[in-house]
């Protein structure tokens, strides 16, 4: 997790970059609009912060008290992350319907404009390394770091294209719409991750489709076995736990039984990363003749 722990570091330093730079677009303009992006940016610091030290409590091997690991830390803080994203949100309508009530011409929009346009580039170029990074990691930390900063990114583009019609338009009314439009958009995005991320809090299964290869990989390497049943999977952060029962004929050698397990785990280790197996061998009088047939 050295890695991922290096990542998360320079996130933090872009952070506080981005945040410098749409601070200085608000303080030149006085948008609203231009705010609600400001205000984001102190989230995107603050997740960021939130993501390295998640890293560094998953990265502690299992001990005594935790055998399964600490990998969840990752889980615990993307909903963290979600909550402030929520509340930031919300801070954003407050100061969006403010500004609405008593409106006020745009000051150097030009200087601001520019200033948030380059925190934006650098915002982009930073969500893509997260988001390759966090998939290849399996860091749901990284990852959900990567789609705050992506909505940043989209919302970023909004605001500017907003403030221009501000602009171009002379209708003061228009920022603070989009600042409140901007706030709707980063609520979604807060709700989303939480939710995602608190599947893995809940054991929630990985996506259908790795289940499925799961259960064709254990099809296709349990020969010798009868069948696999009770076959369950959860995530945890970048680790995946599955178990199930595999039924052998009775007059089966431990050691027999023991090297169709190892040709299982091998295949399926070599196959998905992050897999932690447990396999209960049984002899054929508990098949359940449902589950995993062995090709």
């Not at 990284?142 to 907003?162: F, Y």
């Not at 089966?252 to 023991?258: I, L, N, P, Q």
């Amino acid at each position: 997790m050295t890695g991922a722990a290096a990542i998360g570091g320079a996130s933090i330093v872009l952070g506080l970059v981005v945040l410098a730079l749409k601070t200085l677009a608000w303080a030149l303009t006085g948008s609203a609009a231009l705010f609600s992006d400001a205000a984001e940016s102190v989230v995107n610091v603050a997740t960021a912060v939130m993501a390295l030290l998640a890293l560094r409590i998953a990265a502690r091997p299992a001990d005594a008290h935790h055998p399964y690991g600490h990998e969840k830390a990752e889980m615990f803080a993307a909903v963290v992350e979600g909550v402030m994203i929520v509340l930031a949100a919300l801070f954003i309508l407050d100061h969006a319907w403010r500004a609405f009530v008593a409106p006020a011409p745009l000051r150097m929009p030009s200087e601001g404009m520019a200033a948030n346009a380059l925190a934006t580039v650098l915002n982009a170029g930073w969500a893509a390394v997260l988001l390759r990074r966090g998939a290849h990691l399996r860091s749901a930390a990284l990852r959900a770091d990567g789609r705050h900063l992506l909505s940043d990114v989209i919302t970023s583009a909004g605001v500017l294209i907003g403030v221009a019609l501000v602009v171009a338009t002379g209708i003061a009314w228009l920022d603070p719409l989009i600042a409140a439009a901007t706030a709707v958009y980063i609520l979604v995005a807060g709700v989303r991750v939480i939710r995602e991320s608190a599947g893995g809090l809940m054991d929630a299964a990985p996506a259908d489709e790795i289940v499925a290869r799961v259960r064709r990989l254990v099809s296709e390497h349990a020969e010798g076995a009868l069948e696999a049943h009770d076959l369950r999977m959860r995530y945890a952060g970048r680790l995946s736990f599955l178990e199930f029962h595999l039924v052998v004929p009775g007059s089966m050698t431990v050691a027999a039984a023991h090297d169709i397990c190892d040709r299982i785990e091998a295949a399926l280790k070599a196959d998905i990363a992050g897999l932690v197996i447990t396999i209960h061998v049984e002899p054929e009088g508990k098949a359940k003749h449902q589950g995993v047939i062995v090709l």
